[in-house]
């Protein structure tokens, strides 16, 4: 089961890091992505991150604010968020599974999802 952590409300410009943990466990061989859905909005890709070798993939509109990461020690996928603005402010979901890397942006690839964190950034 994936927990996410780490939202909440913020202001313009703040930063904010999300944690997704696999209740303990390694992610093993899977694809680790942050989803985003934003109030009658679409699912859309934030980032993801591949356990096993680190290779990462940003969505354009956070490439440069936002960093995903791999905590082995920890077992965990933090996502770090910076020069939040008001477009960020949505439910981020942590999502994780053996996705081939061609289809990483695409939600529907993905087998497991937390429950979601609010992230609500005030201008």
């Known amino acids: 089961q994936l927990v996410e952590s780490g939202g909440g409300l913020v202001q313009n410009g703040d930063s904010l890091r999300l944690s997704c943990t696999n209740s303990?466990?390694?992610?093993?061989?899977?694809?680790v992505a942050w989803f985003r859905q934003a109030a009658g909005n679409e699912r859309t890709f934030v980032a993801a991150v591949r356990w096993t070798t680190g290779q990462t993939k940003y969505a354009d509109s956070v490439k440069g604010r936002f960093s995903i990461s791999r905590d082995r020690a920890g077992n965990s996928v933090d996502l770090r968020m910076n020069s939040l603005n008001a477009e960020d402010t949505a439910v981020y979901y942590c999502a994780a599974g053996r996705v081939i890397w061609g289809l990483i942006n695409d939600p529907g690839a993905y087998g497991n999802w937390g429950q979601g964190t609010l992230v609500t950034v005030s201008s």
């Open positions: 303990g466990r390694s992610f093993s061989d899977y694809a």
